[in-house]
């Protein structure tokens, strides 16, 4: 079965870097990291063999089940790691040491996102200092269904949304002091499409 043949993006783009012109943040976007037979394959293999979960979190006094499945990883090393969470995957691993390769950051954990469909998102937030420090810095990988990835500045009102297509390979880095002075989300859509697996690559630093 082929994966996606409405992302052109394999060969029409190249696979270097964009780097984003905008304060306050460090945002770039590799358009094709990953090569159409990865993505499928990395695509089909983790939506078919991830523990995905159902995430429940408080909110305006009440708790609400997040619209996306989840899954957590990270390093058994790392300082309070639950040592009954799954090992890294050798596709996951792959996955990790091309982005650490590309980006020159090393990553401890990494937090997989499903959106099964239009009706999945995430609204607007930043990325909490808790657990992983202040201008944390995120590497998202994206395999599926193109989805609109949007920022807003926190602060400026004249500074325009910024809307990005994260494509099926893609690889967004967030760096700098991006999430102390912008808010990003992914908006839901009434099309009819298909799943989307975003890959968060973080580097963990709990205080204990």
Same mark, same amino acid.
């Given at each position: 079965m082929t994966l996606f043949n409405d992302t052109e +993006?394999?060969?029409?783009?190249s696979s270097g870097k964009k780097v984003f012109d905008l304060p306050d943040t460090k945002l770039m976007l590799y358009d094709n990291l990953f090569t159409k037979d990865e993505s499928d394959y990395y695509y089909t293999t983790l939506l078919n063999t991830t523990p995905w979960q159902e995430y429940a979190m408080e909110m305006y006094d009440k708790t609400v089940t997040v619209p996306r499945m989840i899954s957590? &990883?990270? #390093?058994? #090393?790392n300082s309070g790691a639950d040592g009954t969470k799954p090992d890294w995957t050798t596709e996951l691993?792959? +996955?990790r040491e091309r982005v650490e390769k590309v980006t020159e950051f090393k990553f401890n954990s990494v937090l =997989? @996102? =499903? &959106?099964? @469909?239009? /009706?999945d998102g995430v609204s607007w937030h930043s990325d909490r200092e808790q657990n992983f420090g202040k201008d944390a810095i995120i590497a998202s990988v994206s395999f599926g269904e193109t989805r609109m990835f949007r920022l807003r500045h926190k602060f400026r009102k004249d500074i325009a949304q910024v809307e990005i297509p994260l494509h099926h390979g893609s690889l967004l880095l967030m760096a700098g002091t991006t999430q102390s002075f912008w808010q990003h989300q992914?908006? /839901?859509t009434a099309k009819d499409i298909l799943p989307r697996i975003n890959l968060t690559f973080r580097q963990i630093k709990r205080q204990l």
């Open positions: +993006i394999f060969t029409s783009v957590w &990883y990270e #390093d058994r #090393d691993q792959s +996955i =997989l @996102n =499903l &959106y099964r @469909n239009g /009706k992914v908006p /839901k």
